[in-house]
């Protein structure tokens, strides 16, 4: 890329503005911000192939990906026409799927971001060389890049366009600093001092800068402007940012007023500057942030700024000291302001706690003279534009610097916001300020103000109320077993290890309270803060057992000391006391004289004093030793321990000692036990969280199982955070310590983060293929992240986050633009490398594409993982994916692209409802009746189609065969046009269902008869996928029905046999139960009772299996029937409340249901039961105008009634009457000749053989098939 010479001359100028010019003469045709974006895109970025779907999306971002590509075609077509005919350059190769960038022409910032000569490595003549070129290069910067540009709602474009500024602002400041110290180092001050002067300009609050312009104007004789300079500076400062200059600063200022700036002569230059238009990479995290106003008292106070600067001097830095000594990082520190972030740029588990820590010590350390005003705020910043400004965007920032504003006048303190609070409010004294507005938020922020630290060291201390322990009962029973053998004289050491949360000082916790009631517990704590001091702990032990205050002298200490001393074996130690004074770090009072010992006999004796001193604390008690995190135990410690366990053991001590995984204890297996803690099982989490709040429904309490990993504290701050779980999926409590393990990962954490894209679980080689790294590289990151712990391996190619919440800190400490970037890679390699698995895990593809911004090709995909699903009967899966897949196109610009897809998905959802929730499922009815308003919009006739068999279904369930026979007339017609044959196999189906339960037996045969002949095997996936089913398998359960009605039981048999045959071929799970009720339902009529049941317990797993509840139910039904045939009458009757307590079980269902009940009943001689039934039977056949079981309705009510008076039988007569009468108006012979059978016994037993025998002779005439070889009796 660089400045073309072939042809005209085309330049292309991007700082201060966008200009193009040919020939020095501006063209005019680049008319537009799309295509001036695209241009500059593609100029300043490194010449590759640029995907088109991702120049679209950048560009025209929230377009549909079609308009969108389609405006990327006129932008590069238009680009053409304004700069390839003219200039006679080809700039552009255009690919179908890739575009690439010819830099045949100048562009400025290429030509800015050159490499120069490293002038500070050269000798003088040869920087005198290549100054002329740096300053050429220099005025290239005219200003911002595309200073006033913007592409409103394309958020990627704006965060490279602000990336870009950025880094080549950085760029300009550190060439202008260079220029500025080549020109001094050769003593040509004024020379430098415009290049000093434009880097103040570009970056005025930056100090540096204007302590180098004073410097040069003093040493080129100029000290008046010089303090100019100053006094600019004093005043920039205070009113951009309310602070007064740094000392280094002011030290100048002083040195130019008294001629002496000799010290000042040679600059301080940033060593870290580059010219280079990288920046590190980007990232979000979580950070509190202090600030602290140190003012001078009124009283105290002075006219003279200089005089009132030098007061501040020695608070400020005893304030920086604080800052260190409490871990934070100080970005500012101008005069009385210090700004100052905790957990930057190393993540820490306790940065908030810190940071109030050090605002107190900083409030206690102003004292009387001076005033410290501090905000402290938690939030989350995007860092990693520039190193020394960790946020960017300074939200978080400024809501710390507004909140000290909220302390009252003329008073010291420490103001904290609700979101610190919420973290480390636990551990201080703390009082409500008030409310205040916050620009951005819905609603005002809570302010604390802190008065002091409370007793609380650890988050046991701090709790308010301790959840009941549970899933530890094994491991409190082994520790109570270890205090008895010590209490009979037996020592024991034993180190409990588990990660953080796990409950280990829980466990110690209530084994502590058991055991404090007969024996001594003596407790040591190590804190990471104090990782580097030597015997922190054991000095922390021995200051509480003497008794040492915080008001002590250092006399009184010392005199405590030598008290305790006396009353112990180690009053015979001449120096004992001196010992540990020394250790204390007490001064040595008169008349004890320092020892003369060598180091390492120090070291010996102190560890043997140590030892005796903390034995002599249990001497002759029961006691036990509690030493928590000893991970976080300095060496001196560790090396005692090493040595003192055994000496516990021998002396009947029980030592309990805990640490996190990783830690290596320092003394041998022999000497001590380790204990795991593993996490907790799930019911024991369940009893957790309803012992936090036992208000949680279950759904939220199965996703805080999932999420918390068995882990307690997770379960705790989970569930304490409830109520923001739909704005946050990581507590604030827990993001630091999850955010430090994953900051101690290094290099390897950008390999997390990828992985967190990926998913909680994810495939190794997919992670390869979109890493940016080599293989090695990869490799290695996963070995330390396996190490770690935060991976564990799934099978040889399958790994998975150990914990739901650490893959959620990796995914969410990367910006925006990153894990868009992320995705897009993951999708690409999906699609490019892994074709078998997109289509086996399409669901995969569609996430990636989602997160890439390929928002409707995500559509399609999750689509084919809905029509997956429901082939496979996987029905609540099949709703997420199409609920996601209508989620994803309802996000694009409603233009009608997309109707026919969406069209498909509202009838797959309707399916996969219809399956999951019955056929009468409100929400399966929205779906179509959507789909009908979108396929009716579209005129797409095979959506329309698709619709109303749905709401066919819908309303033959609810309404009757006689409401739902228009819209089968309405198929039949769309079917008979289009000549689909699945079409017409489904209205045959339809119609024949909707006439023969009618009564029109005859006419739904011949409906049912024609569909049959259509079905060919490969119509199954098409069926599925439109209907949710396949139609041949409920077209021939329907055809086994009207045929076993009409006196053709053989025909019937073999019919349901077919359809399950079918059914079991193709695997369906929502036909094969279709199919299974065929075959217990023909079973039934037949009156075989064990073959029935062996279908009804296949149709219970089945329906069990797949979450089917409609043919669950009608499972329990058959079973009612089967037991009750067996003599139990209990299923009958459970199925009867169900009915009752029901209503919205369809109508259709309980025809067939009522038939079985009754006959059921009947069989087991509960008549008055069995007549009920027969009453509401009858009377919902009539409501709907179904009567096609009416006449088995009248035959069982007959029975019933000649059965319970068979002295009155002329009512039983006439339901056999209506019985025969009905069943030969439709045509059901099989009904009819149950009937006349029924009415012959009532005439035989009342003298009436002779009309019997005719009746029965005329029925057995009509019928085909062996009556008793079908069990038509």
Request: charged share 25%; net charge negative; hydrophobic share 40%.
């Amino acid at each position: 890329m660089g400045i073309g010479n072939r042809g005209r001359a085309l330049a292309l100028r991007l700082f201060n503005g966008f200009d193009i010019r040919l020939d020095g003469r501006p063209i005019d045709g680049v008319s537009y911000n799309t295509m001036r974006a695209l241009l500059a895109y593609l100029a300043v970025e490194p010449p590759r192939d640029h995907r088109r779907e991702f120049l679209a999306e950048l560009l025209w971002e929230g377009q549909d990906p079609t308009t969108a590509r389609g405006n990327l075609r006129r932008a590069l077509s238009d680009l053409r026409r304004a700069i390839e005919g003219p200039s006679g350059k080809g700039l552009f190769i255009a690919g179908k799927q890739s575009l690439r960038f010819i830099p045949d022409l100048s562009i400025d910032v290429f030509n800015f971001t050159r490499p120069l000569a490293a002038c500070d490595r050269q000798s003088e003549q040869q920087c005198r060389a290549c100054l002329a070129e740096m300053e050429q290069t220099a005025g290239l910067y005219r200003g911002e890049f595309l200073r006033g540009f913007a592409l409103p709602g394309c958020y990627a474009f704006d965060e490279w366009l602000l990336h870009q500024r950025e880094a080549l602002h950085r760029h300009a400041l550190a060439l202008f600093e260079r220029l500025a110290t080549c020109h001094e180092r050769l003593g040509h001050h004024a020379g430098a001092l415009p290049f000093a002067l434009r880097y103040v300009e570009l970056e005025p609050t930056d100090e540096s800068g204007h302590r180098r312009v004073m410097r040069l104007y003093a040493l080129d004789n100029q000290s008046g402007v010089a303090l100019h300079q100053y006094s600019k500076c004093v005043q920039l400062l205070k009113s951009e940012l309310a602070a007064l200059p740094e000392e280094e600063t002011q030290r100048l200022a002083r040195q130019i007023r008294r001629g002496d700036v000799g010290a000042a002569a040679r600059p301080r230059t940033k060593g870290q500057a580059r010219l280079a238009v990288s920046a590190a990479p980007a990232e979000r995290r979580q950070v509190t942030v202090l600030y602290c106003e140190l003012t001078l008292r009124e009283a105290f106070d002075s006219d003279d700024p200089e005089e009132a600067l030098e007061r501040l001097r020695s608070p400020q830095a005893r304030c920086l000291d604080i800052v260190r000594r409490h871990g934070g990082h100080t970005v500012q520190a101008h005069g009385g302001g210090l700004l100052v972030y905790f957990g930057y740029p190393q993540a820490n588990e306790n940065a908030a706690r810190h940071g109030v820590n050090a605002a107190l010590a900083m409030v206690q350390d102003a004292g009387a003279v001076i005033e410290a005003r501090i905000g402290v705020h938690t939030g989350m910043i995007v860092t990693g534009l520039d190193p020394s400004i960790p946020d960017s965007v300074g939200q978080t920032s400024r809501l710390a610097i507004q909140f000290r504003q909220t302390l009252p006048p003329g008073q010291s303190g420490v103001a904290i916001s609700d979101a610190t609070h919420a973290i480390a409010g636990r551990y201080f004294e703390c009082a409500e300020l008030r409310d205040m507005p916050t620009p951005g938020a819905a609603k005002a922020r809570c302010v604390y103000r802190v008065m002091r630290a409370n007793s609380a060291r650890s988050r046991l201390d701090a709790a308010t109320r301790l959840t009941p322990m549970v899933g530890r009962d094994a491991e409190l029973a082994r520790l109570h077993g270890l205090w008895r053998q010590a209490k009979a004289g037996q020592g024991h050491v034993l180190l409990l290890q588990g990660e953080p949360g796990i409950g280990k000082s829980r466990l110690i916790h209530s084994f502590r309270q058991a055991a404090a009631g007969d024996g001594a517990v003596f407790e040591l704590r190590c804190f990471a803060e104090s990782c580097h001091s030597s015997f922190h702990p054991v000095i922390g032990l021995i200051e509480t057992v003497f008794g040492f205050k915080r008001t002590d002298t250092p006399g009184r200490k010392f005199h405590k000391l030598a008290a305790h001393l006396t009353a112990t074996p180690l009053s015979r130690d001449a120096a004992a006391v001196s010992l540990l004074g020394k250790l204390l770090g007490l001064p040595l009072p008169t008349g004890y004289q320092a020892l003369a010992m060598t180091a390492d006999e120090v070291k010996q004796h102190t560890f043997s004093l140590l030892a005796e001193l903390m034995l002599s604390m249990v001497a002759g008690k029961c006691a036990v030793l509690i030493w928590e995190d000893l991970h976080w135990a300095d060496y001196s410690t560790l090396e005692f321990l090493s040595g003192f366990v055994e000496r516990a053991n021998s002396a009947g001590v029980l030592m309990l000692l805990t640490a996190r995984p990783g830690f290596i204890p320092p003394w041998t297996s022999t000497q001590a036990d380790t204990a795991t803690l593993s996490p907790l099982g799930q019911q024991d989490v369940e009893q957790m969280v309803m012992a936090l709040d036992a208000r949680l429904p279950k759904e939220t309490v199965a996703r805080i199982i999932e999420r918390a990993d068995g882990v307690p504290l997770f379960i705790e701050e989970i569930v304490a955070s409830i109520a923001d779980a739909a704005n946050a999926t990581i507590p604030s409590t827990l993001h630091d310590l999850l955010a430090t393990r994953v900051d101690d990962l290094g290099r390897a954490k950008g390999t997390a983060q990828l992985a967190a894209c990926l998913g909680r679980e994810f495939d190794l080689p997919l992670l390869q293929a979109a890493s940016t790294l080599d293989g090695q590289q990869v490799d290695e990151h996963l070995t330390l992240l396996f190490e770690t712990g935060l991976l564990t391996e799934r099978g040889q190619t399958t790994a998975q986050f150990k914990h739901a919440l650490i893959q959620d800190v990796c995914y969410q400490s990367q910006t925006r633009a990153d894990r868009k970037a992320a995705h897009q890679r993951i999708a690409q390699a999906l699609l490019t490398d892994f074709p078998e698995l997109v289509a086996t895990r399409p669901e995969l593809a569609a996430r990636h594409c989602f997160g890439g911004g390929e928002i409707a090709r995500a559509a399609e995909y999750w689509a084919m993982a809905g029509r997956r699903d429901l082939a496979t009967g996987a029905n609540i899966e099949a709703i997420e994916h199409l609920n996601a897949a209508l989620d994803a196109l309802h996000s694009l610009p409603a233009d009608g692209t997309y109707t026919r897809l969406e069209t498909m998905l509202y009838l797959n959802l309707g399916a996969a409802w219809m399956s999951a929730g019955g056929y009468g499922c409100e929400e399966a009815r929205q779906a179509h009746l959507k789909a009908m308003e979108l396929s009716g919009g579209e005129k797409d006739e095979a959506g329309l189609f698709a619709t109303l068999r749905r709401l066919w279904m819908v309303d033959y369930m609810y309404l009757g065969s006689q409401a739902a026979s228009e819209m089968a007339e309405q198929m039949l017609r769309l079917a008979q046009q289009t000549k689909d044959p699945v079409q017409l196999q489904a209205a045959h189906d339809s119609y024949g269902v909707s006439i023969a339960c009618s009564g029109d037996l005859a006419g739904g045969f011949a409906h049912h008869t024609q569909g049959a002949a259509l079905y060919r095997p490969e119509h199954h996936s098409e069926m599925v996928a439109r209907f949710g089913e396949n139609v041949a398998i409920n077209n021939g359960v329907h055809l086994a029905m009207i045929l076993w009605l009409r006196g053709y039981p053989g025909q019937s048999w073999a019919c349901v046999e077919s359809a399950l045959a079918n059914a079991r071929e193709q695997a369906h799970p929502h036909s094969l139960c279709i199919a299974l009720y065929g075959c217990a339902l023909v079973s039934r009529w037949r009156r075989d009772v064990e073959v029935s049941a062996r279908y009804v317990e296949e149709s219970l797993a089945c329906a069990a299996e797949f979450e089917l509840p409609f043919w669950q139910l009608s499972a329990a039904a058959d079973w009612a029937w089967v037991s009750a045939m067996r003599g139990d009458a209990s299923d009958s009757l459970a199925f009867l409340d169900q009915l009752r307590d029901n209503p919205e079980i369809p109508g259709a269902a309980r025809i067939l249901f009522y038939q079985q009940l009754a006959d059921g009943l009947v069989h087991l001689a509960r008549y008055p039961e069995a007549l009920a039934v027969l009453d509401d039977a009858i009377a919902l056949a009539d409501e709907r105008n179904e009567p096609y079981l009416e006449a088995d309705y009248h035959r069982l009510k007959g029975i019933c009634l000649m059965e319970a008076s068979p002295d009155d039988v002329q009512e039983a007569e006439t339901c056999f009457n209506k019985a025969l009468s009905i069943s030969r108006h439709q045509g059901a012979l099989s009904l009819e000749l149950r009937a006349a059978t029924d009415m012959a016994t009532l005439w035989r037993e009342t003298g009436r053989e002779r009309e019997a025998t005719r009746l029965l002779d005329d029925v057995h005439g009509r019928l085909e098939e062996d009556v008793v070889r079908e069990r038509l009796i």
